[in-house]
């Protein structure tokens, strides 16, 4: 059957009543159809709402053509000339790589740290070891005396 843009396939697998089949094969294409009619309508802005708009539109343009403007004085990188580097020294950089280096050293303390720990400590597990088979040899002896 074929509604409008819609093409809908009926199989049928056992003897229905036909003509009711397509009455409601029609109901539901009829609702898609206007389903598919119904348009969202678009808001009207006012006059002064455009005006509002315009004129911020306008300031945020003329401050970066002035942003603009003073980058070309300055250099096409964005980078201002000050005759006294010293007033304008960027500490916060220099904070950031010492914190980063000592970050880095306490990191390395402390794996040479934790390393040093696991070989004590893999030396005791040798030792206890050698020490549980010594007694188990003493026990295997003094039980192999007494027969």
């Known amino acids: 059957m074929f509604f409008g843009n819609l093409t809908v396939k009926v199989y049928l697998t056992a003897p229905f009543d036909l003509f009711v089949l ?3 094969v029609r109901a539901i294409a009829s ?14 802005a006012s006059e002064a709402e455009k005006s509002t708009k315009a004129a911020v539109l ?5 401050i970066t053509d ?4 003073d980058e070309q004085a300055h250099g096409a990188s964005g980078s201002f000339n000050f005759g006294d580097k010293s007033l304008f020294k960027n500490t916060n950089v220099e904070a950031v790589l010492v914190a980063k280096k000592a ?27 050698q020490e549980r088979k010594e007694k188990e040899k003493k026990r295997t002896q003094k039980g ?3 027969r």
């Open 22 to 24: 397509k009455d409601e």
């Open 31 to 44: 609702m898609i159809e206007k389903q598919a009619q119904i348009v969202v309508k678009q808001k009207g």
């Open 58 to 62: 306008a300031q945020y343009a003329n």
């Open 66 to 69: 002035e942003e603009d403007e």
């Open 103 to 129: 970050e880095r050293e306490k990191a390395r303390d402390d794996a040479q740290k934790k390393k040093e720990q696991d070989k004590l400590q893999r030396e005791k597990d040798k030792l206890a070891k």
């Open 144 to 146: 192999e005396r007494k």
